[in-house]
């Protein structure tokens, strides 16, 4: 046995580290991706009678933008698990 046996196994510990860390800076980017100072917040009130007048709503249109967002963290955490 040599003089650090455990050598191996925390260089590659360390690069699973790097790499769950680099996945979590992603989902850090997404989380700060639209800032209130660029995209205030809109009157959801009015937004929805607008829809509304169009024949959408904005439960749909809310419900799809978090399956956009869902979907992408799921993308990157399915990605960061499956190279273990």
Not at 33 to 42: I, M
Not at 76 to 84: G, P, T
């Given at each position: 046995m040599g003089r650090y046996p455990y050598a191996a196994e925390c260089k590659k510990l360390k690069k699973r580290i790097e790499e769950l860390?680099?996945?979590?800076?992603?989902?850090d980017n997404w989380a700060k991706?639209?800032?209130?100072?660029?995209?205030?917040?809109?009157d959801f009130k009015k937004a929805a009678e607008v829809l509304k007048s169009a024949g959408l709503t904005l439960?749909?249109?809310s419900a799809s933008n978090m399956r956009h967002v869902i979907n992408g963290v799921k993308d990157?955490?399915?990605?960061?698990?499956?190279?273990?």
């Open positions: 860390e680099a996945a979590l800076v992603k989902i991706a639209y800032p209130l100072e660029v995209f205030p917040e809109p439960d749909a249109i990157i955490v399915e990605q960061a698990l499956k190279d273990k």
